[in-house]
Each structure stands twice: as C-alpha cells, then as structure tokens.
C-alpha cells in the first residue's frame, strides 16, 4: 500500500498530476480529529482509533511506501500533517525496543516498510533545514522505514520533479 499525505489546496495538488489510483491520498486540510491521547488504540482496541474518520480507515500506519508534502514550519511538518502522523499511533504497541541504537516502540504490523519520501516545500532557514533532516531521520526509524529521502523546495511546482 502506498500513502501520500498532503497540504496542499486541491487546486495545487490536481496540477501535480499524480495518479490516484496508485496512492492512498489523504488531504491533511480535511475536516478530522486531532489524536486526544486517550491511547485507546493501544489498549481498549488494540491497532484501531476510536475516533470513527478517514484518518481511521486509510492505513496510513500501515504503508509500505509512504510520502509526505508539507509547508514548512520551523524545520518541521505543517500543522496539519501533524495531526495525520499523530493518528498513526496505533501502528506501534505500547511497548519498546532498541532501533538505530535509539529506544523505539514496537511496530504493531509486520510490514516491509521501504520508502518514506518527504517534501517540504517553502523558505528555508539553515537550522531549520538541519532540524528537518534530524526529525526525517527520526521518523524513519521510529516508523521502521528502510530507506528515506528529505527534499526542501522552496517552490510547490517542484514537486512532480520530485516525484518522477
């Protein structure tokens, strides 16, 4: 399964050209609820959020090959892709293991999770870019990530060529 998750207008990302039928799409501007932290999906029902939304049914936790496309914001993710990695928590158990030399929680599903692109799109500050590539890096082993690749643009009509 592949996933992409994005911020971007709609009009933005249907100018993107990107078939979606190959892709999981989930617009990160749609109306969902934030994770409330009441670790349900870890307890009560073991992999799945109590919150009932798309965020809930689009096994984003669960992809092989995951994208992401976010504005930048300090180095990091925009608000809005936050909240969809947040709700990715039931994807992992409660309890801990030793990846990349770095406690990690245990991925709930035996997935060969190959490639997690992100793209961060805007102006760029040279801590800012140090702080994103240590939080990809970060993301990519504690989400169990074979290999990862970090592109800062500074314009979104330079996402297709990432893409290609």
Not at 17 to 26: A, E, F, L, S
Not at 61 to 69: A, F, K
Not at 140 to 164: A, D, P, T, W, Y
Request: proline residues 2%.
């Amino acid at each position: 399964m592949k996933i992409l998750v994005h911020d971007l207008n709609e009009q933005d990302f249907s100018q993107l050209g990107i078939i979606k039928n190959d892709y999981n799409v989930v617009n990160a501007n749609a109306a969902s609820a934030p994770c409330v932290g009441c670790f349900n999906c870890w307890f009560v029902t073991p992999g799945m959020c109590k919150i009932n939304d798309y965020i809930q049914k689009s096994g984003f936790g669960n992809s092989e090959e995951t994208i992401l496309i976010s504005e930048n914001c300090y180095g990091g993710y925009s608000e809005q892709v936050k909240k969809i990695l947040d709700r990715s928590v039931p994807a992992s158990t409660p309890f801990f293991t030793y990846r990349s030399w770095k406690i990690r929680h245990v991925k709930r599903y035996r997935i060969n999770r190959k490639q997690l692109t992100v793209i961060l799109y805007g102006n760029f500050l040279e801590t800012e870019a140090k702080t994103a590539e240590l939080m990809v890096e970060a993301n990519r082993s504690n989400m169990g990530f074979k290999k990862v690749s970090l592109h800062m643009i500074n314009n979104i009509n330079e996402i297709e060529q990432v893409l290609k």
